[in-house]
Every structure is written in C-alpha cells, then in structure tokens.
C-alpha cells in the first residue's frame, strides 16, 4: 500500500510543504498572467484597448514573482537541511533559476517602458512562460534529469 509508504528522508523536511505549496500559487498566479497575456496579444492584433489587461498581468505577475521568489528561498533552506548545500546546479534549480530570470525581464521591461510597449510585454509574459513549462515538465525529459535531487521515483 503506497499510502502507507513513508516518505524518502529529503521529503520529510519541515521546508517541503511550504516549498511546494508557494511554488503552485505562483504557477497559478504566472499561469493566468500567461493566458490574459495571450488574450492581450489578440486584442493588441484586433487594435483593441489594452490598458487594462496589461493591469491585470501586472498585478498577477506582481504576486506571482514574490511567491516565486518565496519558492527559490524555501527550496534553497530544504536543500541545505537535506543535502547539505543551498544551490547545487541540479536541472531543475538551474530552470527555476531561468524562470525567475524570465520574470525578472518583464519586471524591468515594465518598469522602463510602462504601457508604452504593450505588445512586448505580453510577448515576454508568454516567453517566461515557455521557461516556466520547461522548468516544471521539460526538466525530467532531460538526460541530466536522471541525477536530479528533483526525481522521486522509486
């Protein structure tokens, strides 16, 4: 009975649940900013406003980045208890790494160029998306993925 299995000792970090459950909320978060990006690429096509997606992605991604942010951080204080070091290079923080970057580049690109450059907004939104999906399915797919502290199967 696999219920009934306890869990490997890294999983049985006080840092786990937390890790977790902030990294989904601000997949959440990223996710609906991607999908309203999407639709503010279309608007944007139709010569339609814009000005209130792009609050909206704004705002999204605002959150969203913080709990990202949150996520790195808790994922770093697991990995110290578990295996000894905050950051290894492991595929899996290396692309979460690469997905904050991602944010990161809106966040500037937003803060340079406000509503200016709409269309550049969405565009990078969908962009850091595209490193989010990789960074959380692409991963495993990854010849390294076989190394990863990040594979619990067993």
């Not at 990006?37 to 704004?58: L, M, P």
């Not at 991604?61 to 808790?74: C, E």
């Not at 160029?113 to 939104?125: A, D, G, Y």
């Not at 850091?128 to 199967?153: D, E, K, R």
Request: a positive charge.
């Amino acid at each position: 009975d696999t219920m009934n299995k306890a869990l490997m000792p890294a999983l049985q970090s006080v840092w786990f649940i937390p890790h977790v459950i902030v990294y989904i909320f601000a997949y959440a978060m990223l996710g609906m900013a991607s999908l309203t990006a999407f639709y503010g690429i279309y608007r944007y096509k139709k010569g339609q406003e814009t000005s209130s997606i792009f609050a909206v992605i704004d705002q999204l991604i605002k959150v969203g980045y913080v709990f990202l942010t949150f996520g790195l951080l808790f994922g770093a204080l697991w990995a110290k208890e578990a295996w000894g070091h905050y950051w290894t290079w492991d595929p899996k923080e290396t692309w979460a790494f690469i997905t904050w970057l991602g944010y990161l580049v809106y966040l500037h690109h937003k803060y340079n160029h406000n509503e200016r450059k709409p269309l550049q907004s969405f565009v990078i939104v969908g962009i850091a998306f595209i490193l989010l999906l990789v960074c959380w399915f692409g991963v495993n797919y990854l010849p390294t993925a076989q190394m990863s502290v990040h594979t619990y199967s067993g």
